[in-house]
């Protein structure tokens, strides 16, 4: 198993920044990779963006890209999504993923709640 909390979500006006973080415990040597996707209203969840944990090589979705940017603390396991020049559409319910090697199911932390007001 894997646990994951989240922190840094928020309201935050069109234009602004916000720090999403995301801190692993557990089976956290079998993680494979590790990031970001959210659920926009009335949408299906989309990955936003993802870290492979050894390597540290990123991949991000085409509606992010140049705006935000993942990053990580490795010894401490914990994932970071800085978000720059956000948009009303940008508003979602951000999820933290893990992937493990092998063929374990994802795991995904609680969710946090980022607002963009126009």
């Known amino acids: 198993q894997v646990q994951l909390v989240e922190s840094g979500g928020g309201l935050v006006q069109a234009g602004g920044s916000l720090r999403l973080s995301c801190a692993a415990s557990g089976r956290t040597l079998s993680m494979y990779a590790m990031g970001w996707y959210r659920q926009r209203p009335g949408k299906w969840r989309e990955s936003v963006a993802m870290?492979?944990?050894?390597?540290?090589?990123?991949t991000y979705s085409d509606s992010v890209k140049d705006r935000f940017s993942i990053s990580r603390d490795k010894a401490n396991n914990t994932v970071f999504l800085q978000m720059d020049r956000l948009k009303p559409e940008d508003t979602a319910v951000y999820y933290c993923?893990?992937?493990?090697?092998?063929?374990?199911?994802?795991?995904w932390g609680q969710g946090t709640q980022v607002t963009v007001s126009s």
């Open positions: 993923n893990v992937k493990l090697l092998g063929y374990d199911p994802d795991f």
């Open positions: 870290m492979k944990w050894s390597e540290g090589s990123s």
